[in-house]
């Protein structure tokens, strides 16, 4: 189902700069319909974010494409992602050969993808806390990749790092965000670069923003 639609996503994926093959692979196989909400399918092959509920949302596909192309990963790496949320990006992830840990701050949408997971076989070790504090027992990844906005790089995150690993993370105020790709060189040494700006929903825990705004 939707294989014109998942092409022609690729395409304009391509044509707005996504050049690994790897990623526009594992957009042309996973079905973004199956991430989505029963009543707008049909919007999901268009390049834009949409509602999963609990005011939350599945991120626009050039924003995953662009976050699992900077995170480079290899087949069998081990990746921590932070807010599953509807559980497309760890999806792709999985086609991809990775070893994914993925953790979701709201219970419902917790329960929900995991649900989702069991049903398609999709095999990822889910979790329900709070992501800025990381995922300590799986410790160190060859990548992490937060999907919600953050005012800064939590520190449990970076020393969750493997030496050589990457951490893709954007960060800013609530209303826009840098994206930042962090390499660690060594024990509490990064290299960091920027890529311009996007807009995630908040990042929300101890070392992310305070709940209720
Ligand atoms: N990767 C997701 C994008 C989901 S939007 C996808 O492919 O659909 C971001 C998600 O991060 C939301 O579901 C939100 O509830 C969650 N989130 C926010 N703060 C979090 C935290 N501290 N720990 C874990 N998840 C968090």
């Known amino acids: 189902m939707y294989e014109y639609e998942r092409e022609e996503l690729v ?32 919007h ?9 509920g609990y005011r939350q949302t599945i991120s626009q596909p050039y924003t995953v494409a662009i ?8 087949e069998n790496n081990k990746v921590l992602e932070i807010g599953t949320g509807s559980g497309y990006q760890a999806a792709l992830l999985l086609h991809m050969g990775v070893k994914v840990y993925s953790i979701e701050r709201n219970y ?3 329960s929900r993808t995991q649900k989702l997971f069991d049903e398609l076989s999709l095999r990822a ?12 027992e799986y410790a160190p990844y060859d990548g992490i990749i937060v999907t919600a906005g953050s005012p800064d790089i939590p520190e449990n995150l970076k020393k969750q790092l493997k030496i050589g690993g990457r951490l ?3 960060v800013g105020d609530r209303r826009s965000q840098i994206m930042k790709l962090l390499t660690k060189i060594a024990d509490d040494e990064f290299t960091i670069k920027e890529h311009p700006s996007f807009t995630f929903v908040p990042l929300i825990g101890k070392q992310g923003w305070k709940e209720g705004r």
């Open 67 to 74: 976050m699992t192309e900077l995170l480079n990963v290899k």
């Open 125 to 136: 070790a889910l979790r329900c806390s709070d992501g800025t504090l990381g995922w300590e």
């Open 168 to 170: 893709v993370i954007p």
């Open 44 to 52: 999901a092959y268009k390049d834009t974010a949409l509602p999963i």
């Open 108 to 110: 419902e949408i917790y």
């Open 11 to 42: 395409k304009t994926l391509r044509l707005k700069g996504i050049t690994d093959q790897r990623v526009l692979d594992a957009i042309n196989s996973v079905e973004r319909h199956l991430f989505i909400p029963d009543g707008i399918g049909f």
